[in-house]
């Protein structure tokens, strides 16, 4: 069994308040991990720690086992780690092919500038051009893959939330990662959507044989989806496990579920 | 050649010309990689400077002096775009750095020996005559679609719709806003060039913030995330206070209402995110006699 990542005293304050503070936990290889919480509990806070937008009051942050604490967002992402947002961050004005071509274009540097500049003329077929039909195709692929297919030639901000929130993800996918991050997918998403949604990133994560990292509040689609658990409440640590166990733990009970909670 | 167009209409369409070179070149920094400057006289003026030396004081022939403009001119914008870019200034704050910038480098034309000083140099070579004006034009726009519809410019894009899905998208924000910076500050130097041998005569009071407000108002009235639009808006606004010579000081206030009828009426600008492609014009004509496939004419590349 490897791990992906390790989180060591993860701790992060802004000015005095103190917004997560010493989680320690593992992502394993090929693991769906969930991290889940009450609305402040500092999910997104870890991942931006995660991701490089923050950095760490204290403790590391080892992808790999290579050490990650520290880096700048765009290193983070060249190394396999990519994210989706949970106010959904598309490119508006582009199409969602092009926003899917965009992450493209990270690993897949098939021309470069002077080529762009001198080789790239108009009416002519060339390198640039077809480079950039075969990133068209590619990125096709991706949509598909989020089952966004259909929508390639519409504008992103013409898309309905439940579609960007997927466009988000082929994007994401795009980056060709090895750990992805999810915040929030499905949000706004009614509980047939969520659960659709689940089987979607477990065929996802299947196919591209993944590790995922997930912020959820929609339990059916946390019971569904993950291997394991991590809970953390007021930015400390209050439970790890199972879904059976964590479902089971009367602390996370009482704090996130509510007495009584039962599985749909 | 071409002398059968009057001087007074092919020195119009000069100026209209230059105003493009340098719009095309701000709309890369301002319509699509997403900053605001007001500083682009600056580098109009390091142009300006940088050719009418090479050409007046050293006798290089015009083309190595355009090239010496655009090099010295992007050169100088690393200058101001090391620091603040890599300080991750963004909107106003840049906006605002810029604008000190560009009140920095006209006052230290007005100081230095080889500009002459606030005299201004006279006397400069008609180089900027309507057949090279073109040829500059067309290799400016050349480039220019080449870098921004395509992988480079894809990075900037990006950075304007969302710096932070950019910066997760794995776009370096410090490289590619100084790469645009740099780009359209080389536009704004050849453009400068062009200026110094059409008017052939620069004096640093040509280049004030004035100029750089014009050429901003030229880039977002011709459109945000357009080529075209920034060139029609600059040919407009060349054309716009010659036509109204007849009403003599009401030319410059129709200027004013021009520029605030398009914000109102299209605040996207006149090409808001469009352009116009032959490609385009290629299907919108097939479109109109009924022969080809009935495709959304004059969109995107």
Redesign the interface.
Known sequence: MTITMTIANLSKSFGGISAVEDLNFNIKTGDVMGIIGPNGAGKTTVFNLI?G?YQPTRGTVHFKGEDITGK???EI??MGI??T?QNI??????TAL?NV???L??HN???N?AE???L?I??VDNK?KRA?RQLREKAAYYLELAGIADQADKLASSLPYGLQRKLEIA?ALA?EPELLLLDEPAAGMNPEESIALAKLIKEIQVRLKLTVFLIEHHMDLVMELCDHLYVINFGRELAEGSPEEIQANPAVLKAYLGEGYKRA | MLSFISPYYQSVAILAMINAVSAVGLAVFTGFTGLMSLGHAAFIAVGAYSCAIATKIYGLPFAVGLLLAGLIAGLTSLVIGIPTLRAKLRSDYFTIATLGFGEAIRVLLENLSITSGARGMPGLAHYSTLLPTFIVLALVV??T???IF???G??A??IR??H??????????FKVRLRSLFFSAVCAGVGGALMAHHVRFIQPNMFTNVQSTLLTATVVAGGM?SITGPIIAAVIFAIVPEVLRVAEMWRLVAYGAILVAIMVLRPQGIMG?REIS?SGMIRFCRRLVGTGPGSKGGTAP
Do not use: C, H, Q
């Open positions: 991701t937008v700048a967002p765009d992402v060249k990519s994210r947002f961050r598309l490119f508006r004005n582009l092009e071509v965009t992450a274009d990270l540097p098939l021309y500038l762009t500049f001198f790239n108009p009416f640039v950039e994007r980056l | 050349f480039f679609r080449n870098f395509f992988r480079y894809r990075m894009v990006a719709e969302d932070i899905a950019a910066e997760m998208a794995g776009i370096n924000l995330g995110y032959l």
